[in-house]
Structure formats: C-alpha cells, structure tokens
C-alpha cells in the first residue's frame, strides 16, 4: 500500500508564499509522475503542476511563472513553491503520485491554502 500526505498549507495575505509538501511512502519501487492539483469551492479540481518522472514539468497557465514545482527522489517527495499568491488561488491543494507498476495513480487527502486579500 501506498501513503500520500501533503503538508504545508495555510493562511497568507495576498502577495505572499508557501510552500507544499506532498510524501509518498509504502510499497514504492520507483515513482514516475508526482503533481499537484486544487479544487475550490464550487469549482471542479483543475491540474496546477505536474513534473515527470523524467523531469518534464507542466503548469497551469494561471500559475505560470508564480508557481514552481520540484523533487527529492530520494525521500518520494514533491514540493510546490507557490509566490505572489492571489486570492484565486484559494483553494484544496491534493497531491497526485503515479507509482511505477501501479495501475492506479494515489491521492492525498489534501491541504488547504488561503489567500486573503
């Protein structure tokens, strides 16, 4: 079985950072594609950042340029660096792991993040 835990959200004024964490642990023998998606409320869950197993990355356009996404191999971990936060990107942040051998991609459970204006 495969653990995904995200971690790092919260409240931050308009302008402002974070930085998400999202670890896979269990049964993994390598990870290929690890990303992050987000859902707000009354919205459906639209892709932020996906990097490959490869190192090909993938943005949203709405965050290009603000948001960076990375990788420790090692630990099975990806980060999301997110700057000059907007009050739209208020949202659920929901880590997603595609686990080599897997036919099924795991899920977090999420972390929120809050962006006041």
């Known amino acids: 079985q495969v653990q995904v835990v995200e971690s790092g959200g919260g409240l931050v004024q308009a302008g402002g950072s974070l930085r998400l964490s999202c670890a896979a642990s269990?049964?993994?023998?390598?990870?290929?594609?690890m990303g992050w998606y987000r859902q707000a409320p009354g919205k459906e869950r639209e892709l932020v950042a996906v990097l490959t197993g490869n190192g090909f990355t993938n943005y949203a356009d709405s965050v290009k340029g603000r948001f960076t996404i990375s990788r420790d191999n090692v630990k099975n971990t990806v980060y999301l660096q997110m700057n000059s936060l907007k009050p739209e990107d208020t949202a659920v942040y929901v880590c997603?792991?595609?686990?080599?051998?897997?036919?099924?991609?795991?899920w977090g459970q999420g972390t929120q993040v809050t962006v006041s204006s």
């Open positions: 269990g049964r993994i023998l390598s990870m290929n594609s």
């Open positions: 997603r792991a595609e686990v080599a051998g897997s036919l099924l991609p795991y």
